[in-house]
């Protein structure tokens, strides 16, 4: 919603409707849940955004819908009033402009009768089955709030990325302190009890204190992130109220007067650090950007002279290092004084891109202005953004070609990019790496072969990790084709003195869904062949390679399927399809029976068709008395396995029975 106190006045007191507060509409059972929307000035949203309340799958008795227009001159009031006429579960309350989003929702907080309320802009609009699913969790784990997954469009970025659903978060180790925006549900008795309510006749950060105290007074906060509940909108005529100019010294005033009653629930320490180091990304350090350098320096000083209580009293060598470098220097040259510094830092974030950062001595720094200058002391620790480097990466194809496992990807460092990508095998304490060829774009490919993988000899049976491992190399460091310490190919070994190393996991695109696991037959040197299959972790998806000789991890011929049929003569026939990823042209496929104490060996026929796809069959002239259960033996080097046969309807194993 976007405020603007410079409207023609309206009556002194909202027009109000009939019915008492917080009651219920006659004729119709007490809300579920209170949607209050304030509306200023936007009626192109209005269908948007109240259409998606209007067709939400909860049942539209157990939604109450309060729109609070707040002295509009675009029309958005006389929509309100028509659509209330169709949706008997719509209440208009017409007020003055207020200056901000604060009073309104006061207002619709004042009217509600739902056991929760839920705060949508008028710009914004909701996903279907969102009130049906944050309702459903508020009432199975008596949520006091309840953040539902936010998806940022059309040029806004949502304020967090809620990708795990949970339901009992701690606001100290999750990432919803992150957002403090009133888009969410609340418990209203929660909210009554705690007198709760928003900061009037402000346009920006009025929902700052309700946030925060609903957050720390909460007995269970809940995330919904496996549903998209909330959809942010930016609009097309920039009108949102966190882009307009602003008196940001008395916005931060007001932000030092927040701070002060956090500071007063949450005594200084880890906790407490944790908390403002949102604060100094999201209030304290937001005006020095565009809006600072857009001033001339007497408004500039009254900016910092405004921010630097706030730095003085809240940043903590633990903040401070939690922060990005850009940010980082902020603060320090805030607490400092260094008012060109800052203006140089500023400007290099909003004048251009900063450029590559400096690989030295083994760490990162970022390429802002001053570093390591004479004239401009500035310690390289504000520099540094090694610890904030993670590999950037996507594993988009890997298939098995005869016996090698073939990946492809895209791989870089997160701000310094890369300049040599390595395939990383971890088993219970080994490390061993094979070099990918790096390419355009960022793509790199692997080619693994079980059969030489290890320094030229076989990999050693068991189950491999696989890592990606990313290197950027720095101008002085040594030539990046060539390995990296004294036995490169054991281990990590020893990188140059500029480069910078991190290893990720890999992990499929498309998951599970999209990895071949079935079990192969792959070369493994001398000894023979061996089986091999890929699998994912649970539950982060990670990849794994099985190397299983025995066959006990990873047993073959999983759709091996026949029948089996025997004359009063005798005279028998056993047929079976199976499908042998990787087998050797000579490998020996071969019928046996078995029962309690024999074992019979039968001449098998066998045919191979395409895809790995075999079919023996074998036939006996007088077949020995019996009950047998059906196997296929797989002889190839020194491989030796028995594979049971499964009925044709596979519903259990293939007997044959001799009479």
Excluded at 416 to 438: E, F, K, M
Excluded at 447 to 454: K, Y
Excluded at 613 to 634: D, E, F, M, Q, S
């Amino acid at each position: 919603m976007s405020d603007n106190p410079t409207h023609p006045t309206h009556p002194a007191s909202p027009t109000r409707s009939a019915r008492p507060e917080g009651a219920a509409r006659p004729g119709r059972p007490a809300p579920t849940v209170t949607v209050i929307v304030p509306v200023h000035n936007t009626r192109r949203y209005l269908d948007r955004s109240l259409g998606s309340v209007f067709a939400q799958t909860l049942d539209p008795d157990r939604i109450e819908v309060i729109a609070v227009d707040d002295g509009s001159t675009d029309g958005s009031g006389a929509w309100l009033d028509a659509a209330a006429a169709t949706h008997p579960q719509l209440t208009v309350v017409h007020q003055p402009p207020s200056g901000g989003a604060g009073k309104p929702r006061n207002v619709g907080l004042d009217r509600a009768g739902g056991d929760y309320v839920f705060f949508l802009d008028s710009d914004d609009h909701l996903g279907p089955e969102a009130l049906a699913r944050l309702t459903r969790m508020a009432e199975e784990h008596d949520s006091d709030v309840v953040y539902g997954r936010i998806v940022g469009t059309e040029g806004r970025g949502a304020p967090v990325d809620l990708r795990t659903t949970n339901p009992r978060v701690s606001i100290f180790d999750s990432p919803v302190y992150w957002s403090l925006a009133a888009y969410k549900l609340f418990r209203r008795s929660f909210v009554e009890r705690h007198r709760l309510r928003f900061v009037e006749g402000r346009l920006l950060a009025e929902d700052l204190p309700f946030g925060i105290a609903a957050l720390l007074r909460a007995d269970t906060v809940s995330v919904l992130a496996d549903y998209d509940c909330y959809y942010l909108h930016g609009r097309d005529d920039d009108s949102n109220a966190s882009r307009q100019d602003m008196d940001w010294p008395a916005y931060l005033a007001y932000i030092d007067t927040v701070l002060a009653d956090l500071a007063a629930g949450v005594p200084p320490g880890p906790d407490r650090d944790t908390l403002m180091v949102r604060h100094f990304h999201g209030e304290i350090l937001m005006p020095f950007a565009a809006p600072y350098l857009a001033r001339d320096e007497a408004g500039r000083h009254a900016m910092r002279e405004a921010a630097r209580p706030l730095v003085d009293r809240y940043l903590t060598d633990r903040v401070l290092a939690a922060l990005p470098p850009g940010l980082r220097l902020r603060a320090h040259c805030l607490r400092a004084g260094l008012d060109a510094e800052l203006t140089a830092v500023v400007r290099a974030d909003t004048g251009r891109t900063p450029g590559p950062p400096h690989l030295q001595d083994g760490r990162a720094y970022a390429a802002y202005p001053h570093f390591r200058d004479p004239d401009h002391p500035l310690p390289d620790a504000l520099y540094d953004l090694t610890s904030r480097i993670g590999v950037q990466q996507r594993l988009t194809a890997l298939q098995w070609v005869g016996g090698l496992l073939h990946l492809h990807g895209t791989a870089t460092l997160r701000t310094v990019g890369a300049d040599r990508v390595d395939l990383v095998l971890h088993r219970s304490g080994a490390h061993l790496r094979i070099p990918a060829t790096y390419g355009p774009d960022d793509t790199w490919h692997a080619a693994l072969d079980p059969a030489t993988a290890a320094h030229g000899a076989p990999l050693a049976d068991g189950v491999w990790g696989l890592k990606i491992a990313v290197t950027a190399h720095g101008a002085e460091a040594a030539d990046p084709a060539a390995p990296e310490g004294p036995d490169a190919g054991d281990t990590a070994g020893s990188t140059p003195t500029a480069s910078v190393r991190r290893e990720a996991w890999l992990v499929p695109e498309g998951g599970a869904a999209a990895t071949d696991t079935t079990p192969r037959v792959v070369s493994h040197g001398p000894a023979g062949p061996t089986v091999a299959a890929l699998f994912l972790s649970s539950p982060h998806g990670h990849l794994h390679l099985d190397l299983d000789h025995d066959g006990a991890r990873r047993p073959l011929g999983a759709d091996l399927r026949g029948a089996a049929a025997c004359a009063r003569t005798g005279r028998a026939t056993v047929a079976a399809g199976v499908t042998l990823p990787g087998c050797p042209v000579d490998a020996g496929l071969q019928f046996v029976l078995r029962d309690a104490t024999r074992c019979v060996t039968l001449r098998t026929t066998v045919e191979r068709a395409a895809g790995d796809r075999y079919r023996a069959r074998a036939r006996l002239r007088c077949g020995p008395p019996g009950t047998w259960r059906v196997a296929l033996r797989l002889t190839a080097g020194g491989l030796r396995r028995e594979l049971p046969v499964q009925s044709a309807d596979g519903t259990g194993a293939l007997v044959l029975r001799v009479p």
